[in-house]
């Protein structure tokens, strides 16, 4: 990215990338039907803690709470373990959340 653009994103609350992202919020809006949010527990790139905001939210905007659930991977059930040939979690993640 441009020097130009990361200052406008940083110092000016116009910046029309910045407005567009808050119109887009993921955690303003409540589901009105099924959600099944598939997160592994220590993914390094998105901790578990934005699922578990958004899942809170969802309830505080009227989400019912028999359509929105949260399930919590375990590193332990990945196919392929962290160590040194398999750093990530994020990316060891996918085939076990979507499989």
Not at 27 to 46: F, S, V
Not at 53 to 63: D, M, P, V
Not at 74 to 96: A, G, R, V, W, Y
Request: negative net charge; aromatic residues 10%; contains cysteine.
């Amino acid at each position: 990215m441009k020097p130009t653009f990361i200052n406008s994103f940083n110092n000016d609350l116009n910046n029309p990338f910045k407005v567009r992202l808050e119109e887009n919020n993921v955690y303003d809006w409540t589901p009105k039907t099924k959600i099944n949010m598939i997160h592994c527990a220590d993914d390094e790139i998105i901790p578990f803690s934005m699922p578990q905001t958004a899942y809170n939210k969802f309830l505080e905007n009227g989400a019912s709470a028999d359509n929105i659930t949260l399930s919590k991977i375990p590193t332990n059930k990945l196919s392929q373990q962290i160590d040194s040939t398999h750093l990530f979690i994020h990316s060891n993640c996918e085939s076990t959340a979507y499989g």
